[in-house]
């Protein structure tokens, strides 16, 4: 799919060529995990009906679940009134969207008697299963 598409100029693309990603999951409605998507990502996700973001911290474009197994179908693309904020409405394959081994990144809850942040969501896998096996399989 051409990155010079008209769909994809109505984009409000920041100083970097980047727009933020919500994942939500379809069924649920949860909110599983954010992240960013240059132009090559998001028309690689319309392209395979796949989520492909973009690593800042790896400078390159990341098929979400090509480590882990967990890709993310999309059912539904969106693009908030602004322009700016690209909503995935997805189907989360083996129900774990963070590294954490947890359904959704967004699993700490702030305690305001403690003043600090608490894990209330349980790990589903152990991250380090997760990845070694994932290894193995492409060795």
């Not at 800042?56 to 602004?82: A, I, N, P, Y």
């Amino acid at each position: 799919m051409p990155t010079n598409a008209k769909w994809l100029n109505k984009v409000r693309w920041d100083e970097h060529g980047l727009v933020p990603v919500i994942a939500q999951e379809a069924a649920s409605g949860d909110i599983l995990m954010f992240a960013w998507m240059n132009r090559e990502a998001l028309a690689r996700t319309a392209e395979l009906g796949e989520a492909v973001y973009w690593s800042r911290s790896r400078k390159k474009l990341w098929h979400k679940g090509e480590e882990s197994g967990h890709t993310q179908r999309v059912v539904e693309m969106r693009l908030d009134c602004d322009e700016d904020v690209v909503l995935l409405k997805i189907e989360q394959k083996g129900g774990i969207a963070c590294h954490t081994g947890r359904h959704s990144c967004f699993y700490q809850r702030f305690n305001p008697e403690g003043e600090d942040w608490q894990a209330v969501d349980p790990v589903l896998q152990d991250p380090d299963t997760i990845y070694s096996a994932q290894k193995k399989s492409h060795e």
